[in-house]
């Protein structure tokens, strides 16, 4: 029996959802002969692989690389799941949504102590931010949703032991049988 394909990507978010991931602690190794995680922060994989199963996506579309990333992503993903709230929501990174891009640099980076010159040469040096923070159902077509901030690791078990059993994922808001 082949392995599953998983793959797991952050984009706008704190870590805290992957973290929990790794709270799966044996019981990841338990599953480990049936999975195989190809790509995220947890493997050293420079570009998205083709052919994924299923990919777990924490973190909300904060600036066009986040963007980048999720379109090709939802393109080689049979599976793309919003994991934890940020995904879902835009949660605490939508936080800046009351802010002007404009504004929102100025107020982190130029303004205050420690504040460095204003220029377009040292606004380039971050990832150019999107004008407000997207869920990704916003952006793609998501499959299912592992809420929580961050969700709880027998949550994410729950949804990795159904599509390992070729089940439906029963938490999420919509249901799609893994196939
Ligand atoms: Fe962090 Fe919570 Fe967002 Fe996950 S949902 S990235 S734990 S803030």
Known sequence: MSRLRLATAWLGGCSGCHMSFLDLGEQLIEISDAIELVYGPLVDAKEFPEGM???????????????????????????????????ITGNVTSLRNFFSVDDLLTAVYHAGPGSAPRSDEADQVLPELLPRVLPL??????????PGCPPDPERILAVLSSLLKGEAVTLSEVQRSFG
């Open 137 to 146: 159902h916003q952006v793609v077509e998501v499959d299912a949703y592992i």
């Open 53 to 87: 199963d299923v990919t777990l996506i924490e973190g909300a579309v904060a600036n066009f690389e986040n963007l980048e990333l999720l379109q090709q992503i939802r393109k080689r993903s049979k599976l793309l799941i919003s994991f934890g709230d940020c995904a």
